[in-house]
Structure formats: structure tokens, C-alpha cells
């Protein structure tokens, strides 16, 4: 026992302690101990909810971590094909997944999380399947408001909201109103939501503005429209790093303006399966790669 | 007997040896991703070159019908060797692409735009083409940078507000028939801009983002990240096309199963 027991550290140390010189040579980036270990708890399921207040956000932010991370969370219909259930339990598993996914998220330091839920397009899909996921919207939004609550996470649901039933509207402005006072974690909700009418209606709004007088003609320019984006209520509007699951590489009228300049990153995994070592890769990865904002270095 | 300070001095060591611990774990997790990188690197450029050399037969025909508009993203460094961006134009005209659209943050290509259009063979300026986008015989060239993206619909949204204000009944109109996505294509055109959707974007540079190409035209493109432009292999921009050319998108709606040919 002492010998095998001997022989597998003599191997860690043989591997390990190598990879450490030729880290620092290769000047990989890392998260702080404070981000590994909360990583490792919550893996654990043991979050200290301690940890994270306090003066851990400025490291954070000298760490090279997203600030704004918004993730396209497709692949649920194949996800259930492909265990031979239906589309319904597809999005079940997923909506699971995206509280949990958020949750982990916030723990590391992101500042806001976006999830598109619903794009305009997808009123096109079988009247059932949108009926359920109108009405899964609506269970959840209403269930974890103490969750929110407890976990100080400001909910904001964005998307155009005249297809939107009463009764959900009445769980978004729930949600909303409960949360509003948070200011630290902030979850996006796209729900109908579409690039394209974001820049529409921003430009409605300064039209609107403008024949009111509020606003004169020659002030318009890019950064009123940034204004008018319905992601001006964060405050991270642009996302640093956008992820979509299953593969497709495109980001489907999603974040169209606001993504100038963030990190694409297209997984092969299908929603329901992306979990906290999907999100380790996804890290790794968007700290070894250089963003010049379109500057000349 | 005191066993207070012993312990705290033992739980300290303990605490220091599991950060050190999980400090060499995050190390050897980056090491370990490295390494995937280079290692299916190295197997993407092996295939590149087989695939180049006409030895994968997968790739041999292309069904370049569908690809109606490319579009390539290029990094600032990148645009500022121009003898590459003509190398890739003159393979996008070998594998039979017609349409074009080049973009640099810092309009670098547009400027270059004559030397470009005189070194790649049957070459034409896309304004030059009509209405088809095409040209017949070679390639129909769009030289794009950031100008065209916010700024132009900065000018295309006050076309539309000039007309939102001169409406005969503004009381009453909230702006629904005037901020349209048609409407703003139209004003998107008025201020010379092109409104194609490019079917795929190629981004050669370091990173995989889309550096600011015209938001409004984005909509459901593909998006492949290609590497740095200096290391650009025919291969890969085969490998790259053929894929693209086996996506199905549903838009968003469900009319039959996405999948790949291949």
C-alpha cells in the first residue's frame, strides 16, 4: 500500500511540478487561488458565500475574467432526440442547467450573465413546444424570486413584450420589482428578443425623444443609441465573451450591436450537458486569447 | 496544556499545502489545454495539406451555389499585408466564390482597394455589378470597415427620423411604420451602404470575435474563426466552405433536423 501509494506521487510530482516551469514559461494566465477554490466548491456544492463580497471584485477584474458573459443556449431538442425524450423534457433539462450555469458564473466574478431564452424567430416553432416554453418561463421567473433574492441577483428581462401573454408579463414585472435593488449580479433574460429590433426600437426611442424636444437632431450619434439598447439597464451593455452551445457557429440576431467586439466561443456541447468544466475550457480559453478592441498595438 | 496555538499553526500549513496543491492542479489544467491546441493544431494543418493536395476526397467538389456572399474579417495587422489578402482572393476565385466582402476595423483594405482589384484576376468593385451582387465570370469585391457599421446606421436612423418627423400625424404615430426593418435597409442603402447578409464570415486574426463587421448584417451568418491571416492554408478555407455548405439553419423555427453532411 505505502509503495503504490509512493509510486503515485513520485508520478504527480514528475508531471506536475514540470508543467509548472513550463507554465510560467509559456506566461499562461491565471485566475487567483480564491477563483480555483471557489471553483472546487462549488463543484462540491459548498459555496462560501463569504468569499465574494468585499474587495474580491477588483482582483477579479485584474484577472482577465469576463465581466459580461452572454451565452445562447441551444441544443435542447437534439439533447432530448438524442436520449430518445421528448422536446418538452429537452427544455426542462435546460432550464435547469441555467440557474445552476448563472449561479457558477456569479461565483467567479461575472458581473452580468445574458441568456437568450426566446428569439422572435422561435415564434415560429410548433405551437405546443412555444406554449410550454412560455409557460416554463413563467414557472421559473415566479419559483426562484427568494432564490434571486437570497443570492442578490437583479433580474431584468429584455425582448420586445407585446406577444407576451399577461400572465408572464406579470411574473417579469414580479421578478423585476423583487430584485430591481441589486447591483452586483445581474441576469439578462431575452425573451423575444431580436438584434435587429433592439437597434429599432432604440432609434424609436430617440425619435420619440426628438418630436418631444428632449433631444435635438444633431446629438444623435452612437452613443445614444448605446443608450437606447435595452442592455443600457446593465452595467456591462457589451458582452465580453458570448458562448453558444451545439456547435452552431453563428450568433442568430443575437446581441448584434453589442457584440463589436466580444469573444465567440461555439462548443460542441448541447445545452443540457454544459456544465462547470465546459465553462473551465471556455475560460482557459478566452484568457489565452489577445483583444485589441480594433486598436493598433 | 494549550493545544489551541499547535492546531492553528498546523491548520495554517494544511490550508497553504491545499493552495498549493490547487494552484499546481490550475497549472497542469492549462498545461493540459495547451497541449490540446497544439496537438490539434498540428492534426489541422496535416489535413489542411492533404486536403490542399486533393487527397481527401470529401472535398473535391464543393457546392459553391450556396455560398452567395462571403465575408472575411481580416485584424488590423493582418490588413496591412495586402499581398496575403490578395493570395485568399485569389483562391476564394479559384474555388468559384463570386462575392466578397472585405473588412478591416480601420478601412486599411479600402484603401488599398485599387492595388487589390488590379492584382486579383477578374476582379470588379461590387457597386460596379447591378443589382445580381455578381460578376459573371470572377469576383465581385466589397471593401467594408467600421465606418459602415454603427456610423452608417447612425446616418440611416436620422434618415428615418427626418421622415418620422415630417409624418402628417406624429401625434398619434409612435413610429411602428417608420422603424422598420425594411425601412432601415432602405435608408441603409440611401446612405450607400449594402444590406446583404453574408451567408459566411471568415475571421483571420487572433481573436474570434467579429471586430466590429456591420451589426445590422449578421444576422444568422456563420462565423468561423480561420487563425492568423500570415498562417493561412487553402486547406483550411476548403475545409472551411465545404462545412459551411453542409449547414441547415432552421432560423430559429423547426422545419426539419440540423445536421451536418459530413
Known amino acids: ?297 | 496544556m494549550d493545544f489551541t496555538d499547535p492546531m492553528l499553526v498546523l491548520s495554517s500549513w494544511i490550508g497553504q499545502i491545499v493552495d498549493f496543491g490547487l494552484y499546481l492542479l490550475w497549472r497542469f489544467i492549462h498545461i493540459v489545454v495547451t497541449l490540446w491546441y497544439i496537438v490539434s493544431g498540428i492534426f489541422e494543418a496535416i489535413e489542411s495539406y492533404a486536403i490542399s493536395l486533393g487527397l481527401v476526397q470529401k472535398y473535391s467538389s464543393i457546392d459553391i451555389e450556396k455560398l452567395k456572399c462571403l465575408a472575411v474579417v481580416v485584424d488590423i495587422e493582418a490588413a496591412q499585408d495586402v499581398s496575403k489578402v490578395i493570395e485568399l482572393l485569389q483562391w476564394l476565385t479559384t474555388i468559384g466564390v463570386k462575392q466578397v466582402g472585405l473588412f478591416d476595423s480601420q478601412g486599411l483594405l479600402k484603401k488599398s482597394k485599387d492595388m487589390i482589384l488590379e492584382m486579383v484576376p477578374r476582379s470588379v468593385l461590387l457597386q460596379e455589378t447591378g443589382e445580381e451582387g455578381s460578376s459573371p465570370d470572377g469576383i465581385a469585391l466589397e471593401f467594408i470597415s467600421s465606418s459602415d457599421n454603427k456610423e452608417a446606421v447612425v446616418k440611416a436612423a436620422n434618415i428615418l427620423l427626418h421622415k418620422y418627423l415630417k409624418s402628417s400625424h406624429p401625434g398619434n404615430d409612435e413610429g411602428e411604420n417608420v422603424f422598420t426593418e425594411s425601412h432601415l435597409n432602405e435608408a441603409l442603402r440611401v446612405v450607400g451602404e449594402n444590406v446583404h447578409v453574408p451567408d459566411l464570415l471568415l475571421v483571420y486574426g487572433p481573436v474570434r470575435s467579429h471586430l466590429g463587421f456591420p451589426a445590422w448584417r449578421l444576422r444568422y451568418t456563420e462565423i468561423v474563426h480561420m487563425g492568423s491571416l500570415r498562417c493561412m492554408r487553402y486547406g483550411s478555407l476548403l475545409k472551411a466552405i465545404h462545412r459551411f455548405t453542409g449547414v441547415r439553419q432552421n432560423y430559429g423555427k423547426s422545419f426539419f433536423l440540423h445536421c451536418y453532411t459530413d
Request: net charge neutral.
Open chain 1, 1 to 297: 500500500m505505502l509503495s503504490i501509494l509512493s509510486t503515485v506521487l513520485t508520478f504527480l510530482a514528475l508531471i506536475l511540478i514540470p508543467c509548472l516551469f513550463i507554465s510560467r514559461r509559456l506566461s499562461v494566465p491565471l485566475i487567483s487561488f480564491t477563483n480555483i477554490r471557489r471553483l472546487i466548491n462549488v463543484a462540491a456544492s459548498q459555496c462560501d458565500e463569504e468569499e465574494e463580497s468585499g474587495t474580491s471584485g477588483k482582483k477579479e477584474k485584474q484577472e482577465r475574467l469576463p465581466n459580461h458573459v452572454a451565452i445562447i443556449l441551444d441544443g435542447n431538442r437534439r439533447w432530448a432526440k438524442k436520449r430518445g425524450q421528448s422536446t418538452e423534457e429537452g427544455h426542462e433539462a435546460g432550464s435547469r442547467k441555467v440557474i445552476k450555469i448563472a449561479m457558477d458564473l456569479f461565483t467567479l466574478g461575472t458581473k452580468t450573465v445574458s441568456l437568450f431564452a426566446f428569439s422572435t424567430e422561435n415564434w415560429g416553432r410548433p405551437e405546443d413546444e412555444v406554449k410550454y416554453l412560455m409557460s416554463m418561463f413563467e414557472k421559473v421567473l415566479k419559483s426562484e424570486i427568494p432564490y434571486f433574492q437570497r443570492h442578490e441577483v437583479k433580474v431584468s428581462v429584455i425582448g420586445n413584450r407585446t406577444n407576451i401573454s399577461e400572465s408572464l408579463l406579470g411574473s417579469i414585472r414580479e421578478v423585476e420589482e423583487g430584485t430591481m435593488s441589486y447591483k452586483d449580479r445581474h441576469l439578462i433574460v431575452a425573451i423575444d428578443y431580436s438584434g435587429r429590433f433592439d437597434i429599432l426600437q432604440a432609434c424609436k426611442n430617440i425619435a420619440k425623444k426628438a418630436k418631444n424636444g428632449l433631444i435635438q437632431v444633431e446629438d444623435i450619434d452612437e452613443n445614444l443609441i448605446d443608450k437606447e439598447l435595452m442592455t443600457s439597464c446593465s452595467e456591462f451593455p457589451n458582452p465580453d465573451l458570448l458562448i453558444r452551445t451545439s456547435g452552431e457557429q453563428r450568433i442568430s440576431n443575437f446581441y448584434l450591436w453589442q457584440s463589436a467586439y466580444t469573444e465567440l466561443y461555439f462548443p460542441n456541447v448541447l445545452w443540457p450537458d454544459f456544465d462547470k468544466a465546459e465553462y473551465l475550457k471556455t475560460l482557459t480559453w478566452y484568457q489565452q486569447r489577445e483583444r485589441r478592441f480594433g486598436r493598433r498595438v
